[in-house]
């Protein structure tokens, strides 16, 4: 936590694979929105450490969260070194673009430390309240401020309807077009039912890279691959797609490949108007509203 003479707010980026490379790119990218009452820190999943489950299962860090399998899997074996960090920071942000696992164990030892609390003080007033988000939470919440909007319509009398705007999601591997899919469907509508519309959701569209492969294939390649996957999911849709989540941690820094996918699909005009949303920026502002807010 933060002390008084320093920032207000503490707050922990929390990389759950073991790549250095990718916790460094956050850096520049956070210390850009000026908080200046806000300290963030960084967290990266120790290499060389292994954990023991109960089950005497022995895992390992995961160097590229490629799957839903790996983000179980860096879940946990990120816990039993983040949840002892859950008392030094008002806030903790998980930046890995997935339905992660982690979130969740953090938030039940945020509980555990908020009930001890309460219980050593007899009051929940003046217990200060933490806060855990992720990357593709922070960018769905985001996105659908952008796209929703109540209209005036006129039919024989004066009424109103939701704008037809959606949002969408590119992301790296073939992989997470389904697993991304079912975690929007999961967050707004059942879990589990993954059957209903989500008439808001253009859908996922992916690269073919993993997230390493991101920063180890050649710079055009990887803007050619942007490009082509945003322009395919706005042509996928008959709704405008007015915002688009940068689906991977990864990804951060390359928005105006997004964009010129945005351009080549829509013109220079409405091509410029699509919101691109960077998850860590959107999880972070969000964390730093609900720290100031005192939600």
Not at 2 to 12: H, V
Not at 275 to 285: E, N, Q, S, T, W
Request: glycine content about 10%; proline content about 4%; some cysteine.
């Amino acid at each position: 936590m933060a002390s008084p003479s320093g920032p207000r707010f503490s707050i922990l980026i929390i990389n759950p694979n073991t790549s250095t490379h990718m916790t460094s790119a956050l850096v520049p990218i956070l210390e850009n929105l000026g908080y200046s009452d806000v300290h963030f820190d960084y967290f990266t999943a120790p290499e060389n450490e292994i954990v023991t489950l109960p089950d005497g299962r022995v895992i390992h860090g995961v160097p590229s969260i490629n799957s839903g399998e790996d983000s179980v899997l860096s879940a946990l074996h990120c816990r039993q070194f983040v949840e002892p960090l859950v008392s030094k920071y008002d806030a903790f942000l998980v930046a890995c673009y997935s339905a992660h696992p982690l979130v969740g164990m953090i938030r039940e030892a945020i509980e555990k430390l908020e009930d001890a609390a309460i219980l050593e003080l007899g009051s929940a007033a003046n217990v200060r309240k933490k806060y855990v988000t992720g990357i593709f939470e922070g960018s769905i919440v985001a996105s659908l401020s952008f796209v929703s909007s109540f209209q005036l319509t006129w039919d024989g009398g004066f009424g109103k309807s939701q704008a037809k705007d959606a949002f969408g999601i590119v992301t790296t591997g073939s992989i997470w077009k389904t697993e991304l899919t079912n975690a929007v469907s999961d967050m707004l509508v059942n879990s589990g039912d993954h059957t209903s519309s989500l008439g808001r959701f253009a859908g996922v569209e992916t690269t073919g890279l993993t997230a390493v492969e991101l920063h180890t294939t050649p710079p055009e390649e990887v803007r050619r691959r942007i490009i082509e996957a945003t322009e395919i999911l706005i042509r996928g849709t008959p709704r405008p797609v007015t915002a688009i989540c940068m689906g991977c941690a990864g990804m951060a820094g390359m928005e105006e490949a997004v964009r010129e996918g945005c351009v080549k699909a829509y013109g220079r005009k409405q091509g410029s108007r699509v919101k691109i949303v960077d998850g860590v920026v959107a999880g972070a502002g969000m964390l730093v509203t609900a720290c100031k807010a005192g939600f």
